[in-house]
C-alpha cells in the first residue's frame, strides 16, 4: 500500500478570521472554482460562529466543513466551550484538535487533546490532530523524540478503527504563519517518522492508511513540492486558505499530486 491509496486532503484553518457575510462571500467565490476536484478531499474549518452558513453555501458541494475545536465533556458546567455532539448535530464533518495555538495560548495538553480526540470520535466526527516541534525543540535535535510522545500521548488508548478515521496534521510550530516553510525533505521525514511511530503502534497496514498532512505557511508556490513527497498527504493551511484564488492553487497542486 503507498501514498495512491491515500485520499490527499487539503484543509483550511480560518483561525478566529471572517464574520458571516465574509465567510459566506468567501465559500461562495471557492465553490465554483473547486467543483471538478475529484481526488482531493477539501475541508473548510471555520469559527463556530460560521459554521451554520458555512454548511448551508457548501450543501451539495465537495467542500467538507470541520469546525476549530470542541470540548472533551458532553456537556455541562463549561462556559464557552462546544461539544463535540453539538458540532455533529449541526452535520460538521471535521475537527482540528491539538493545533500548536491552542496548546500555546490556551493551555492544551496532550492529555485533553487525547480527551478531546476520543469525545470527537465518539460523536462520528474525524478529528485532524496537529502535532508539531518548536524551534528550539527542533535546535536541540529532539524533533523525533517529541512527535512520538505527542503520537503515543494524543492517541492514547485509541483502537486501530478509530484512528483509521483520524487525519495527522504535521504542523512545526515555527512554521505556522510565520512565512518560513519547512523544506519538502524536512516535511516528508517528520510525516514518514510519523508513520514509522503508527506501525510501531498500530502496525504497518493501518499505519500505510492514515492521512498525514503538512502545515506551516503552506501556500501555492510550495505545495506542489510538498504535496509530491510520498508521505505527505496534503496539507492544513492556515493564512492561504483565507483567499479563494490561493486556496485553490493548493488544492490544484494535490490534486496532480
Ligand atoms: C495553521 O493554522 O494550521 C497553519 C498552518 O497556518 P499558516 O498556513 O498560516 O502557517
Redesign the pocket.
Known sequence: MNKAVRKAIIAG?W?MNKTRPEAKALLEELVPMVKDIKNVEIVACVPFTNLETALSVTEGTNIKIGAENCHFEKSGAFTGEISADMLAEMGVEYV?LG???RRQYFAETDETVNKRTKAALAANLKPIV?VGELLWERECNITNEVIARQIKLDFFGIEADDLKKCVI?Y?PVW?????KTATAEQAQEVCAFIRGELAKLYGADVAETITIQY?????AGNAAELVSKTDVDG???????LKAADFTAIINAAEIG
Open positions: 484553518n483561525k482540528v493545533h500548536s495555538e496537529c496534521a504542523e512554521a505556522i504563519g510565520t512565512g502545515g506551516g505557511s503552506m501556500n496539507g492544513l493551511i492556515g493564512g492561504a486558505s
